[in-house]
C-alpha cells in the first residue's frame, strides 16, 4: 500500500513524490506536510498555506452517503461526484468559481492490515470542460512530485 511517511522525512527533502508511494496515518499529518501545525483536523480538505490556487484534498474514493468519488485505473482522473441531486449543481459551480483550481490529493484507503491511510495520489487541476452538475467535477492529474514546507 504505502510507506507510512514521516513528517519530518518529507518536509527535509522539500516534496513528496508518487514514486515513493506515500501514506499518512492522518489528515493532520499530510497538512502538517505543507505549512501546517496541527494537533487535530477532521476536514476533507483544507487551504494550501503557501499556494494560493491550491487545496490539500483528502478524499474518499468509494460511495458513501453524500460521495461517489472514483479515480481511473491509470490514476491520472479523479471524479468527485455529490449523490444528493441537491446539493451537486452546488458544488460544481463552486469548484469551478474557486480560484483554488489546484488540489494535492490523498486518497483515503485500507493498507493490508485495514488501517486507513492517506496515500499521495499527485497534483490535480480541475477540467472545466468536462466538469458540469449531471457527471461531477473531473480533477487531472498535473504532477506526480508536491513540494513539502515546514511549519508556518
Not at 27 to 37: A, E, L, P, Q, T
Not at 97 to 105: G, Q
Request: some cysteine.
Amino acid at each position: 500500500m504505502g510507506n507510512q511517511a514521516s513528517l519530518k522525512t518529507y518536509i527535509e527533502k522539500g516534496f513528496i513524490d508518487l514514486a515513493d508511494n506515500v501514506a499518512f496515518r492522518t489528515i493532520k499529518d499530510g497538512c502538517n506536510c505543507f505549512g501546517y501545525n496541527y494537533k487535530g483536523y477532521q476536514k476533507a480538505a483544507a487551504p494550501h498555506p503557501y499556494e494560493s490556487d491550491t487545496r490539500l484534498w483528502f478524499p474518499k474514493i468509494t460511495v458513501d452517503s453524500i460521495w461517489d468519488n472514483s479515480i481511473s485505473g491509470d490514476g491520472k482522473v479523479i471524479i468527485e461526484k455529490c449523490t444528493d441531486d441537491r446539493l451537486r449543481a452546488e458544488h460544481v459551480e463552486n469548484c469551478l468559481n474557486d480560484e483554488r483550481v489546484k488540489r494535492t490529493v490523498f486518497a483515503r484507503e485500507k493498507d493490508i492490515y485495514g488501517e486507513l491511510m492517506y496515500v499521495f495520489k499527485g497534483l490535480f487541476e480541475i477540467d472545466r470542460n468536462k466538469s458540469n452538475s449531471i457527471d461531477g467535477v473531473f480533477w487531472n492529474r498535473i504532477a506526480t512530485r508536491v513540494k513539502t514546507y515546514p511549519p508556518i
